[in-house]
């Protein structure tokens, strides 16, 4: 049989993979315990979390998407006191956005909804799966990275 062609049927370790992210990360999902935030709204939460505080401009850039975009998401964090906004200390016309307290609890209460649900499922795993998934956790990690 030709290099790179699979029996009919048989589907690839990436596409395998895929999927099983795919259906792990809807899982997640479902986990969630206040829907009011949107799945943007949580990444950019995220992102200041992981950055720290960034202009509008730089936050849009983080999460690839325009400006105007990232204007509206820092908006309704503002609303939900997730995230606020403060004149730069340089430059006039530009903010900083900040997460809040309030937001860093708000991801800390998602996190561990979603974690106490993985830590159900992986209780449920043999001692030989729960050591395969620490092996595989450290190769998708690595296959993550930028």
Known sequence: ???????????????????????LNRRLRAQRTDSSVTLTQMSALSSLKKSGPL???????????QPPSMTRVIAALEDHGLASRAPHPSDGRQAIVTI????????????????RWLDRRLAELTDGERELLERAVEVIDRMAED
């Open 55 to 65: 202009t509008p401009g730089e936050l849009a850039a983080k999460e690839r998407v």
């Open 100 to 115: 809040t307290d309030e937001g860093l609890r708000y991801l800390a209460a998602e996190a561990a909804a979603r974690e």
């Open 1 to 23: 049989m030709a290099e790179g062609v699979r029996p009919e049927g048989e589907q690839s370790l990436a596409s395998r993979l895929r999927l099983a992210v795919v259906r």
